[in-house]
């Protein structure tokens, strides 16, 4: 008897999270953008680090970067990731400048090396979220 895969978590779109889950639906990636100074930022927040500004809006980012830090994950932290591992937690620093937390996916975690250009590649898990991930860009 086989038994039935555990589902990995899927993160609930906070208010402040709403735009960035449906720009993801459409297949897009944005960041705010500060009203007041035009800094962009990723995660979104009330204040502008760089002018205190309160006021942003959302931004179109190309989804290029390049792999700024990551994290092979050897160990099981939860069943739904069980089939996964090991695979890669990346923060990848956007063209734009903002740094987004994600995955690397289509490459093997041996050949993942700080300074790789990546690209976003959507991926669905429900018809409510589609999450950004990313994969190898070739230059």
């Excluded at 086989?2 to 999270?17: D, G, N, Y």
């Excluded at 995660?43 to 792999?67: M, N, Y």
Aim: contains cysteine; neutral net charge.
């Amino acid at each position: 008897m086989s038994e039935t895969p555990i589902a990995k978590p899927v993160p609930e779109a906070s208010p402040a999270l709403a735009p960035f889950f449906a720009a993801a639906r459409a297949g897009r990636l944005v960041v705010q953008r500060c009203a007041g100074c035009g800094a962009l930022r990723f995660p979104p927040r009330e204040l502008c680090s760089r002018c205190l500004g309160l006021e942003a809006t959302w931004q179109d980012v190309s989804g290029r970067g390049e792999i700024f830090s990551y994290n092979v994950m050897h160990q099981v932290y939860h069943p739904g990731f069980a089939a996964d591992v090991p695979y890669a937690v990346v923060i990848v620093k956007l063209e734009e400048g903002p740094k987004i937390t994600s995955n690397l996916v289509g490459c093997p975690v041996d050949e993942i090396a700080v300074g790789m250009p990546v690209e976003v590649a959507f991926e669905q898990l429900s018809p409510e979220v589609t999450l950004p991930k990313f994969r190898r860009r070739r230059c």
